[in-house]
């Protein structure tokens, strides 16, 4: 009776096969956008991002670069096995925050659509990557 019980735990924390492998995928491409895409340029070039900002807010080039760090962290955290999960959270995080700046600092509601649907993403990997942060929380308890 025992096993079967913890069969079905086991179960219902992993995601299937099929379902592991779309999120893998999800993962890497959600990873390598955040790397190579996103938080690159605001690590490389971040003077020329400000300079040529389309909106009249700007931001200091500080909170640009914290940023930059914040979404390569996550991108890298995404494509390790036993940080998924924390950084997924962390994506989400960030994702929210974006469209929060886009639709009422930045004047551009229009541009807040696609980080909230990167946050419903990163909050259903998640999901189906909470044993990871579990097994995180447990490392770091040691």
Known sequence: MTAITA???ATTVRPGKVRNRVLWSLQIVLGL???IASGGPKLLIPQTL???NATA???PLALLIF???AEVA???GLMVPRLAGAAAIGLAIVTVLAAGFNAFLAGTPELAPFPLALAAIFTWITYERRASITALRAL???
């Open 7 to 9: 069969t079905q735990t």
């Open 33 to 35: 956008f955040f790397v």
């Open 50 to 52: 400000m300079d040529n």
């Open 57 to 59: 807010f700007s931001i």
């Open 67 to 69: 940023i930059g760090l």
């Open 74 to 76: 996550g991108g890298i």
């Open 140 to 142: 770091i308890k040691r």
